[in-house]
């Protein structure tokens, strides 16, 4: 500062050499030189917070004492890191003082907040495209039930999908909004945070805080509120704004007193506002909580790596395979200890697969009834051969049919309710004894005379096992089923 071709931090890295050993007098250099005492506090702060200065005891007439570190002897020592001081880069790789001044300086452009932004608004835009062309965009807009078909083909997740396996809407869900005012609420605030926190933590990694936020925040919400559909970003900004506390917690160290106190508060308000939203009717406070919770340990997991030493940066990586766990953990967890998420797997059942078992083995028995039990009531000398093959085909055309509805069926489980489960195991076993019954009557056709009374008595047996589970259907459906 007392050389004007000098860079401020240089100069006074210098002045304390000049000093030494004596410790250097920032206050009495300000009123000597008729510095401003706030630029000079705000250098020496980042001096400070760089481990390139220390304080020392002062005087009562010449105010507070700093002296050079050996860290600050070696700069002035060495020509690139004194180029690095100047161009306010980091001294060493694991600067990490030079990272957070960046930061503070707010020199790293938003881009990916501005994809996700456009990303958000562009999946709104064709979502109400649909509805309009539809003749529901007013609905849309107002985020009205009448326009809950376009935000399921936009991404939106609800337990259903979750039944259906449509894990990726677990993703989606995040960048779909119910209603104009949702997405005008969500994406001022993502502008608002999203800057400030992109620069913190680099875009890379904040686009990995977001959408794992996004992830964490859809698996509690849909796991604790199985009744409704999910959707919007609220959960991913609760995310960023854990990252943004973990990331004050993590570096509070190099950061000026001011900014501390003021992290503290909005820290604070922000907490409050978010509890106070969480409560409002249809709003997920467990899809905020889990998008908190997902965005403060991904940051956690982050900080270790960026600034940790080797054997904790690749357990940081590894971290992530538990977290990814855990929100799977979860949804299984929810499913099988929430009474409405048992009572949405019955409901399901019913209305999915009910009518295509009852009306796959209706088809079935028709077929079996009209073109293959008067062939097998014939002598087998009597059957016109055209006839028989005619018939095979059909019931190869039955069989694998069937054998799609019984995988189906298989991958539909297991369920966590035991009435859900208990009718897909007795459907599928229904299902199957069918196809057998099927493969037993072609086999018989297929004989010809050749058959034996084993070979009828087999026909026979699946017969008897067909009607003893159609029986159990009828019971657990309290219906009348084919």
Known sequence: MSEDHLHPLESILRMCAAAAPEPWYP???AKQEGVNPQ??????EELWISGLIERTDGDPEKGPAVSLTRQGQRVLLDPEMLRRLRADEPLSPNDRAAVIRQVLHGRTRPYVTQLLLAVN???FA????????????????QGAPAALFFWDKSGAINPIHVLEGQWWRLLTAGFVHIGFMHLLMNMVSLFVIGRFIESMWGRLRYLVIYLVSVLGGCCLGIAYTPSAILAGASGAICGLLAAEAVWFLFNRRYLPHTLRRRARTVFLVNLVLLVFISSFKNVSGWGHFGGAVAGALTAILLQLYRFGPPFWRWLAIAGFVPLVWYGHFTLSHARFTNPAWQRTEE???????????RDSLGEAHEVYQEKVGPLLEKHPTRRDPAQVEAVLPILDVQKRALNVLAAQLDHAGPYASPEAEEARQ???EYVLAMVEWFAEAEHILQLGDKRTDKDRQALRQREEKVKDLRRKWEELFEEEAP
Request: charge should be positive.
């Open 126 to 141: 064709a979502g109400y495209y649909a509805a309009e062309k539809a003749g529901v965009g007013p609905a849309f807009l």
């Open 347 to 357: 409901e399901y059942f019913a209305h999915r697969f009910y009518p295509l078992v």
């Open 426 to 428: 007795v459907g599928r």
């Open 39 to 44: 630029a000079l506090s705000h250098c020496l």
């Open 121 to 123: 608004v562009l999946v």
């Open 27 to 29: 206050r009495l250099f």
